[in-house]
């Protein structure tokens, strides 16, 4: 098919057709498509990012950014507005998407914990169902991958300038920034090296824009003309809620680090915690990335230097500094997924090929003052999820059933029609694809952070309804209510408010019923 394709391409470029026309050949491949092609076991391409919060994707409303490429798997398929994540935290989502189930029934509940792959996972099944399956970048689960034929992934969090990529066979370093060298990568897998008699799994998953943001050589001037709006808590004093939420250190204030985060190279300056680190991309670059990040950001650091901002100001600045770093990690993530859109187009592979996007966990973008992700709040409980599937997602639907991390593999074992072994907790999301409200869908998430580390966040359980969430911090024997419809922003816990006390009480009951129905120890 590819072959065709490219020779299809060559012919066109040789009388002159394909000038830079993706929509002409996109026609052409449609036509040859249509013209009796046997029903198919369809392709997956799942792209998968480190911590893109929803709050920086134009399909879900963003007010700071667009990302046109991510956003046409919204038009061209369906987006779920209420994707949430089990535990907002890498390793351990990583561990739901591929086990399908909860953190204590796959074991791994912290990042410091190591994978099982003995275990049962998405990919291994379609693999032995006689797919291809492949895996490209980030993965930080700390065991070898298991379950695909190829496997190339970035050490632990992995680099964005010149990435160490890890194989069965060695590790090798590219030169390049992370986003385009994964993508290159993948590409290189599906033009070259899979067998194209068997469909395909493709698991494309990037290390951006997970912390520091480093922008890649071509975005590091990105933004610098605009003030980015600011989110109406960016100050937030966290009254009316758990004490617990003043000890966090993932403040923009006074957790950011000067080198280490905000590209002030040579600062010497501590956070409150009394951290002065380097940032680790600038060693690693080649003369010309450094040169290139000296001219980007030298002006803009003298600039800052002069006006020595102070107090809320400095805040303000701090707050520009990190999210516009974070989004142009985030356009060159979207110009990446462009490209492997592209390339399924020019390769006749687009109507055969189920393509995903999430990301392992949202972010907060500013909200409550903070960077990072961990608490069960709206901006770092939320996942993206974005399905391009040619025949059953209805193009332009949103989906606001409640769905979860767990729901990814049993969706790719159904679309491969596979069963969903019963071991897997979630359940394939295939019945809301075309925006049918599915009569008996879930009613409630379960939700269960564990680690005590990085970030001071508390250890957490909780539950979200279509309306309500309820928060228990049981290390501290706390609880928060926030009704959703009346405060989306979570400012106001309502636990201690009597007129609340019935549906507190019906919220614990289904808390109570999910930890049974998971098997969470101690129900
Ligand atoms: C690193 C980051 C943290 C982040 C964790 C987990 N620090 O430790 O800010 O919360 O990863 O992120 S850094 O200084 O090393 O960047 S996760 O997405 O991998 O879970
Ligand atoms: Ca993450």
């Not at 799942?46 to 879900?60: G, K, N, R």
């Not at 709040?377 to 332009?396: D, H, I, N, Q, T």
């Not at 990085?454 to 290390?475: A, M, Q, S």
Request: hydrophobic share 35%; glycine share 8%; aromatic share 12%.
């Amino acid at each position: 098919m590819v072959h065709d394709n490219c020779s299809r391409r060559n012919f066109l470029k040789l009388t002159g057709l394909l000038v830079g026309s993706s929509v002409l050949t996109r026609h052409l491949n449609a036509q040859t498509r249509t013209a009796g092609s046997p029903s198919k076991r369809p392709n997956i391409v799942f792209l998968f990012t480190d911590d893109h919060a929803v709050q920086s994707i134009s399909a879900y409303g963003s007010r700071i950014n667009t990302t046109p490429h991510i956003d046409r798997l919204a038009s061209e398929g369906v987006v779920f507005d209420r994707c949430f994540c089990c535990n907002s935290i890498c390793a351990p989502s990583r561990a739901a998407v591929l086990t399908g189930k909860h953190s204590h029934a796959n074991g791994l509940m912290t990042n410091g914990n190591r994978f099982d792959g003995a275990q049962t996972t998405f990919p291994k099944l379609l693999q032995q169902a006689g797919y291809e399956t492949a895996l490209i970048g980030k993965w930080h689960l700390k065991t070898d991958p298991t379950g695909f034929d190829h496997w190339e992934i970035l050490p632990g969090q992995g680099s964005y300038y010149n990435p160490d990529f890890l194989t069965a066979a060695g590790k090798k370093r590219y030169e390049g920034y992370a986003t385009d060298v994964t993508t290159d990568l993948a590409l290189d897998w599906l033009k070259n090296d899979r067998d194209e008699d068997k469909p395909f799994l493709l698991m494309c998953q990037h290390k951006a824009p997970h912390r520091t943001w480093a922008p890649g050589p071509d975005h590091l001037t990105m933004y610098d003309d605009v003030t980015i709006p600011e989110p109406p808590s960016l100050f937030d004093d966290y009254a009316h809620r758990s004490d617990l939420l003043k000890d966090n250190e993932m403040s923009i204030a006074g957790h950011l680090m000067y080198d280490y985060d905000l590209k002030i190279t040579g600062a010497t300056e501590k956070d409150v915690l009394g951290r002065a680190f380097k940032n680790p991309e600038y060693r690693r670059m080649t003369d010309d990335q450094r040169r290139r990040w000296d001219a980007a950001y030298g002006p803009k650091n003298e600039a800052f230097r002069k006006s020595n901002p102070q107090g809320d100001d400095l805040t303000r600045w701090k707050y520009q500094r990190y999210i516009k770093d974070y989004l142009r990690c985030v356009a060159s993530v979207d110009d990446n997924i462009g490209r492997v859109l592209d390339y399924l187009d020019d390769a006749g592979l687009a109507d055969n090929t189920i393509v995903v996007y999430s990301s392992d966990q949202g972010f907060y973008l500013g909200e409550h003052g903070w960077y990072d992700k961990r608490w069960m709040y709206e901006e770092s409980f939320r996942m993206p999820l974005l399905v391009r599937w040619p025949g059953k997602a209805k193009p332009g639907t949103r989906v606001s059933a409640l769905t979860q991390n767990i729901d990814f593999g049993p969706t790719f074992l159904d679309a491969a029609g596979l069963d969903v072994p019963k071991e897997m907790q979630g359940v394939s999301l295939k019945p809301l694809m075309d925006g049918t409200v599915a009569p008996n869908w879930r009613r409630a998430l379960y939700y269960h952070y564990y680690e005590k580390g990085e970030h001071n966040v508390p250890r957490h359980e909780g539950v979200r309804t279509d309306r309500y969430k309820l928060i228990h911090f049981y290390d501290a024997g706390q609880w928060e209510l926030y009704d959703l419809t009346n405060d989306p922003r979570e400012m106001h816990s309502l636990y201690d408010d009597p007129a609340y006390r019935t549906i507190a009480e019906g919220l614990k009951r289904q808390l109570q019923a999910l930890r049974v129905q998971y098997g969470v120890d101690g129900a």
